[in-house]
């Protein structure tokens, strides 16, 4: 259960309040653009010198032989202008080679898929909330309605002490259920990709509402016996987004050392962070969250690229935290009695609007075409400037992005990307059969959804995916990947043997 269940379930407290995302053809602010237009002049150095090399290459390909000869007689008798053009040429070749980022390459993946008898189905799931007896009639009622309207299917998982009759939500237990997440998803990982554990340099894991003492991180040290120079994170509280930040964290490991491996673990704990009170904004996550994990090797090893499934392209990360509402709207905390849990705030929709209006604002000028640039910098100029009552254009993300895979926290918020960032249903397919079939899995959806995409056989060479990823603080994180082969699913992927039953129709 994660503290930012408050993104994805929020969408689902419409049953009681209508909030839907901010609509983003009535407010975007031009300030946001100045953010990602900073990228892209952070490169611009690189960006003036590939016109100024392919003129190089053009004139050079003109030459003759005559040409040459005289070329050479005239350096002969000119050894200063030689020496001063060699010496720019390496400097500035030394200089490019150490300032340019290392390619970032996605070598697999893969997704944990718990057993068979730890489905649960809504009316055992109702049964099971009957029987403790911590829930009065009306948060019985409550909790069928969120299941009933959640998007959810009747094979999502929950761990084994959650089956108990009463429930067992022990530390034991909780360390049970991350041990078995974690190491199932490894065991596949390690399998899949011959990586020997003590080749991995770098290590990062996140999981946000259960930190024990050791860390996760160093359970999975102490399990593969990794080697002990590794550089190793434990990232906790930071929310369903915490997935791509992780990504973000290992990938700037791997600009500072060279030649290694890092693997990137995303979690969430259910069993200690289950809530047995009756404030309903609480009692969201019960209905919602259920039991993932996913594991993610990434390697800066240029002879990697031949067997790696997708390049990193970008990542761009939005943080609302300065603002008190954002910051509140997603927060853990007691009950009036005593009882733990994830309260969400009324403004909690508003809020993740406006967090995706920051992120897709700074993101587009680095995937969009040069046209939707233009268009979508021009109209807001015109509505800053001349007419504020002038409707912004809305870039077509759809020319960037052959793949969306939006996090399956709810399915209200689903519908409200798809429809304000104008996708066509097969666009959302992967986020809602995830949510359909696995519910939602925190941090780690956005990895289910791409195996999704992969099972169906749709991931082509050059493909660009958007996972995308709202978080408690309140964040919201983009990544986006290239296809560097037509991939396919690794062995034991989690829709390896229910893949040809979907897509199938969701319930209103």
């Not at 990586?195 to 996760?216: A, E, M, R, Y």
Request: net charge positive; glycine share 6%; with cysteine.
């Amino acid at each position: 259960m994660n503290s930012d269940d408050g993104t994805t379930t929020g969408g689902d407290v419409q049953i009681h309040q209508k909030r839907i995302l901010p609509d983003f053809l009535q407010s975007v602010n031009l300030k946001y653009v100045k953010l990602g237009y900073h990228y892209l002049i952070t490169h611009l150095l690189t960006l003036c010198l590939i016109p100024l090399m392919s003129i190089i290459i053009i004139q050079a390909s003109q030459m003759n032989l005559n040409d040459l000869r005289q070329l050479w007689i005239h350096l002969q008798y000119n050894l200063v202008s030689v020496i001063i053009c060699s010496a720019i040429l390496v400097f500035g070749s030394t200089v490019y080679i150490m300032t340019r980022p290392r390619s970032i390459y996605l070598v697999d993946y893969a997704c944990y898929k718990p057993l068979s008898h730890l489905t649960v189905k809504f009316t055992q799931f109702m049964e099971h909330s009957k029987l403790t007896g911590d829930f009065s009639e009306s948060s019985l009622d409550f909790q069928k309605k969120i299941l009933e309207r959640s998007g959810l299917g009747e094979e999502t998982y929950l761990p084994e002490a959650m089956h108990h009759i009463p429930p067992t939500p022990s530390m034991a237990a909780a360390r049970e259920e991350a041990e078995n997440v974690m190491f199932g998803a490894l065991d596949n990982l390690f399998a899949n990709t011959k990586i020997k554990p003590k080749d991995i340099g770098v290590l990062v894991v996140n999981c946000s509402l259960f930190n024990p003492t050791p860390s996760l991180s160093a359970m999975i040290v102490n399990k593969y016996k990794l080697r002990g120079n590794i550089i190793s994170f434990n990232l906790g509280g930071m929310g369903c987004s915490a997935g791509v930040i992780a990504i973000d964290l290992a990938k700037d490991m791997l600009q500072v050392h060279r030649n290694t491996y890092a693997v990137v673990v995303s979690t969430e704990n259910i069993t200690q962070n289950w809530y047995f009170g009756n404030k309903k904004s609480m009692l969201i996550p019960n209905c919602l969250f259920r039991v993932g994990c996913s594991a993610v090797l990434l390697s800066n090893k240029a002879s990697d690229k031949r067997r790696a499934k997708y390049k990193l392209v970008h990542v761009v990360r939005t943080h609302k935290g300065a603002d008190d509402k954002a910051f509140k709207c997603v927060y853990q905390e007691q009950d009036d009695d005593g009882k733990t849990g994830v309260s969400l705030s009324k403004d909690l929709m508003a809020i993740a609007g406006g967090a995706l209006k920051t992120n897709i604002t700074t993101l587009g000028p680095l995937v969009l075409p040069i046209s939707e640039q233009l268009l979508f910098f021009a109209t807001l100029v015109v509505k800053k400037f001349l007419n504020a009552k002038m409707k912004p254009y809305i870039p077509d993300f759809k020319l960037a992005f052959d793949h969306f895979c939006i996090h399956a926290g709810g399915r209200a918020v689903i519908d409200e990307l798809e429809k304000n960032l104008q996708l066509l249903p097969m666009h959302v397919e992967a986020s809602r059969m995830t949510l359909h079939r696995f519910g939602n899995t925190s941090s780690s959806s956005i990895w289910y959804e791409l195996a999704y995409t992969e099972a169906k056989g749709r991931m082509k060479k050059g493909n660009r995916v958007w996972q995308i990823a709202f978080g408690s603080g309140f964040k919201c994180n983009s990544a986006v990947w290239q296809a560097l082969r037509h991939v396919k699913p690794s062995p034991k992927s989690p829709w390896e043997d229910c893949i040809d039953r979907y897509p199938v129709q969701v319930v209103a």
